[in-house]
């Protein structure tokens, strides 16, 4: 088994909405980011990647590579899932903490849960998300923008418990 642990932070600029899950949330502002700023999809990419010993986003879609200007961050999962898969490894559980005044996540859970488990591949109930707000502190607090936090658990495909 491995655990992994992602974080992803990005402040609020123009915008109508932000991408949380691969589903577009309507807010009084976009996220100021190289591709679609997903913190959500982020972090958890960060997870998985950290998970398998294969560094982080950052490495495998660079911000200054212009082909991941605007990207889906789906896409991004998408490719950690192949990862996972290709090394032999499948998800037990990933657990999301959204950190953030706003926008809530209100219907839009599901939805978000519902795009992270298509994406990898597993049940819905391996994903969990939730949200809280820092109560006023920090940049965060003063809703200058949000971040998340994300951590999974990964097991050998074949059932075993190998760390290898």
């Given at each position: 088994?491995?655990?992994?642990?992602?974080?992803?932070?990005?402040?609020?600029?123009?915008?109508?909405?932000?991408?949380?899950?691969?589903?577009?949330?309507?807010?009084?502002?976009?996220?100021?980011?190289?591709?679609?700023?997903?913190?959500?999809?982020?972090?958890?990419?960060?997870?998985?990647?950290?998970?398998?010993?294969?560094g982080?986003?950052?490495?495998?879609?660079?911000?200054?590579?212009?082909q991941?200007?605007?990207?889906?961050?789906?896409?991004?999962?998408?490719?950690?899932?192949?990862?996972?898969?290709?090394?032999?490894?499948?998800?037990?559980?990933?657990?999301?903490?959204?950190?953030a005044?706003?926008?809530?996540?209100?219907?839009?859970?599901?939805?978000?849960?519902?795009?992270?488990?298509?994406?990898l591949?597993?049940?819905?109930?391996?994903?969990?998300?939730?949200?809280?707000?820092?109560?006023?502190?920090?940049?965060?607090?003063?809703?200058?923008?949000?971040?998340?936090?994300?951590?999974?658990?990964?097991?050998?495909?074949?059932?075993?418990?190998?760390?290898?």
């Open positions: 088994m491995r655990i992994g642990h992602g974080y992803d932070v990005h402040a609020f600029g123009p915008g109508a909405c932000v991408m949380l899950g691969g589903v577009q949330v309507p807010h009084d502002r976009g996220v100021v980011a190289h591709s679609d700023g997903d913190v959500l999809l982020h972090a958890l990419c960060d997870a998985l990647l950290g998970a398998l010993g294969a982080d986003i950052g490495q495998h879609f660079p911000d200054s590579d212009p991941w200007q605007g990207a889906s961050s789906r896409v991004f999962l998408r490719h950690c899932a192949s990862l996972l898969a290709a090394g032999g490894w499948r998800l037990v559980n990933a657990d999301l903490t959204l950190l005044e706003a926008p809530r996540l209100g219907g839009h859970r599901t939805a978000m849960r519902g795009n992270i488990a298509a994406d591949g597993v049940d819905i109930g391996r994903i969990n998300l939730k949200a809280t707000t820092c109560e006023g502190l920090g940049a965060l607090g003063r809703a200058e923008g949000l971040a998340c936090h994300a951590v999974v658990l990964l097991r050998r495909a074949d059932g075993a418990g190998s760390a290898g």
